[in-house]
């Protein structure tokens, strides 16, 4: 399966692929979150699901749950990557800086997935330059280059949709969103300035990352703001 990010994909964010099902009405793509899962090469084997398949192996260094070396946890991804289904994979944009993550990025392409490079800030909305910088470094190497900040008032929200338009008016395909209440909102408008990806679990108490909107929700107000 693939997926492009030439317009908005709203992904259903799952510790579980049993979720596609009830996510298949309002999501473009599955993101399986293989640090939450029990067993998720078991999961990948026995999916049948319409979605195309995101995969994230997230690291206990950038917020996620797997306590796997990099090596294994890099060799994890690549070997998702290998499934039909998964159609792409996100690599931190921290691990695209060393060797091994480049080469699991490389492998990941030669099995046919796009690369998300993904930035995640758990503390603040760093400063415009330096959230320009960030979007223009991951889209660099990334197929998408995707900033998800913790926002903490209205400042922080529109400094990162300031940053999502000009990395998109400068042709960087970015995703963002800002975490936390403040720039909840942000999940529903930065994709009007060019934001490639949402990510929303199928019930709010499932959420993978603060303030996030239940699927259905984020689809909609997407869809009524004409990014989808
Ligand atoms: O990186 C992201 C974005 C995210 O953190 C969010 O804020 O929606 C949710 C994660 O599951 C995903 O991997």
Do not use: C
């Not at 999501?27 to 398949?53: H, K, N, Q, S, T």
């Not at 797997?66 to 998702?80: F, G, I, Q, V």
């Not at 060393?98 to 603040?124: M, W």
């Not at 991951?138 to 903490?152: L, N």
């Amino acid at each position: 399966m693939s997926l492009s990010f030439d317009s908005f994909v709203l992904a259903a964010s799952t510790a579980t692929l049993d979720a596609e099902p009830a996510a298949r009405d309002h999501a473009d793509a599955v993101e399986f979150r293989m640090d939450l899962a029990a067993d998720p090469f078991v999961e990948l084997d026995d999916y049948d699901g319409r979605l195309p398949v995101l995969a994230t192996n997230r690291a206990s260094w950038e917020g996620g749950e797997s306590e796997a070396d990099e090596e294994a946890r890099l060799a994890s991804l690549e070997r998702a990557a290998r499934y039909d289904a998964v159609a792409a994979v996100d690599v931190e944009l921290d691990a695209l800086e060393t060797r091994r993550g480049v080469s699991a990025a490389e492998r990941a392409r030669e099995a046919d997935a796009a690369v998300v490079a993904s930035v995640h800030d758990f503390e603040r909305t760093p400063a415009t330059s330096e959230l320009r910088g960030l979007l223009h470094e991951a889209a660099s190497v990334g197929d998408v280059g995707k900033v998800a900040v913790t926002t903490t008032n209205r400042s922080d929200a529109l400094r990162l949709l300031e940053a999502t338009h000009a990395a998109t008016a400068w042709g960087d395909a970015v995703a963002t969103m800002g975490m936390g209440e403040a720039g909840r909102h942000t999940r529903a408008v930065a994709p009007v300035y060019g934001s490639k990806i949402g990510y929303a679990p199928v019930h709010e108490d499932e959420a993978t990352a603060p303030g996030q909107y239940d699927l259905a929700t984020l689809a909609r107000l997407v869809e009524r703001l004409g990014s989808r």
